[in-house]
């Protein structure tokens, strides 16, 4: 059964259609003036002066329709969220009803990818695999978007009405927890943090701490990371000067995960060029596609189909350049009809790849967002 606020307590009138909660500054926003299904109008809309503001998501494939508006109201907060009572008291309850595909299906597609890249030809490909809930009582994403904050170390979380897209995605809402920062712009200043190379977290401490230090001894997963930071440079080296980029990765964590993070920072080589324009230039990364990355999106499309807007970004810019934008991982699309939700998680393949370990990896990464629906 679902839990919720008491049965007079009001729902607040503020609750935003989008929000994006972050240690280093937020912001929720209603309404939209207008919406951009092409991320390149709203793109010129900035550069042009024509709106001061952009929010939403843009899918993994950059030809996909995204879910950008100019919004009409707008509030700015210094810090992280702190989601209103009223959501936080609500306890949602879900199971899962089917997976996609099954874990040994999933085991299967790794190992034959993994071959793939031995072969030759790919340097990496990044498989996901999802899972389908079914809600005991209709889901409030809000709730959902509340809980995922409160559980997350730096209080990150994300929501986006996913309307503006259209299609299938008329009514559906994208709620995450994302730990990794694909580019922020704060005047001159252009930040990255990817992350790759990961390990699941033990209760123990001994354990845990193995863990992180095996991922940070690790070759295979430098070499994963590094491809990442190859992208990352060549992409943002005509669009920027002085480019600080660490010798090597550092380890960061989830409740969930370790990670290898690499902290990229630059400045903009033109005023005119913004967050959004950056966010653009640089995805999708070797992160969460591959490389060489044409031929990565066409191995995920002939095995996955569709990623919607899983491993896309989520965010917001202004026209004055600056902006945050995320990558759209540790999430769930919550149905129009609030009774389901469907949540991904993936992990990049190289040639040292291990199948089993890759499944643990998913398994692992997918508790962030099925906690947080009251499904595990």
């Not at 210094?78 to 299906?105: C, K, S």
């Not at 995450?176 to 252009?190: A, C, Y």
């Amino acid at each position: 059964m679902a839990s919720g606020p008491h049965p007079d307590a009001a729902r607040p009138v503020t609750a935003p259609d989008f929000l994006l909660s972050r240690h280093t500054g937020s912001l929720r926003t209603q309404g939209a003036l207008r919406v951009f299904p092409d991320p390149a109008d709203a793109a010129l809309a900035l550069r042009s002066g024509d709106c001061g503001l952009v929010v939403g998501a843009i899918g993994f494939e950059p030809d996909a329709p995204a879910a950008l508006v100019e919004p009409d109201i707008v509030v700015r907060t210094d810090g992280p969220l702190e989601p209103p009572a009223y959501f936080r008291a609500i306890r949602t309850r879900a199971r899962v009803a089917e997976e996609l595909p099954t874990t040994e299906v999933h085991r299967r597609r790794v190992a034959t990818a993994i071959a793939g890249i031995r072969a030759g030809g790919l340097a990496k490909v990044v498989l996901a695999r999802a899972v389908r809930l079914v809600a005991e009582e209709t889901i409030d994403p809000h709730a959902v978007c509340a809980a995922l904050i409160d559980s997350s170390p730096s209080a990150d979380g994300f929501l986006v009405d996913l309307s503006p897209a259209g299609g299938v995605h008329t009514g559906r809402v994208l709620v995450g927890s994302s730990p990794e920062l694909l580019v922020r712009r704060r005047g001159d200043i252009v930040e990255c943090h990817p992350l790759a190379g990961s390990a699941p977290r033990s209760a123990d401490p001994a354990v845990d701490q193995a863990s992180g230090r095996a991922l940070q001894a690790s070759g295979k997963d430098a070499a994963e990371h590094a491809f990442v930071v190859e992208s990352l440079a060549a992409a943002l080296a005509p669009l920027c000067r002085g480019l600080e980029i660490p010798e090597h990765p550092s380890l960061t964590s989830t409740r969930e995960m370790w990670h290898l993070g690499t902290r990229i920072r630059g400045r903009i080589a033109d005023t005119r060029t913004t967050a959004l324009d950056l966010a653009l230039a640089v995805h999708p990364t070797p992160a969460v596609c591959g490389t060489p990355t044409a031929e990565a999106r066409r191995v995920i499309a002939g095995i996955e189909g569709e990623r919607g807007f899983y491993s896309g970004a989520v965010g917001w810019a202004d026209a004055g350049g600056d902006g945050d934008w995320m990558v759209t991982i540790r999430c769930a699309e919550i149905d129009a009809d609030r009774a389901g939700a469907l949540a991904w998680a993936g992990g990049g393949l190289v040639a040292d790849s291990d199948p089993d370990d890759e499944v643990a990896e998913t398994a692992a990464k997918l508790r962030t967002v099925l906690t947080a629906l009251g499904a595990v």
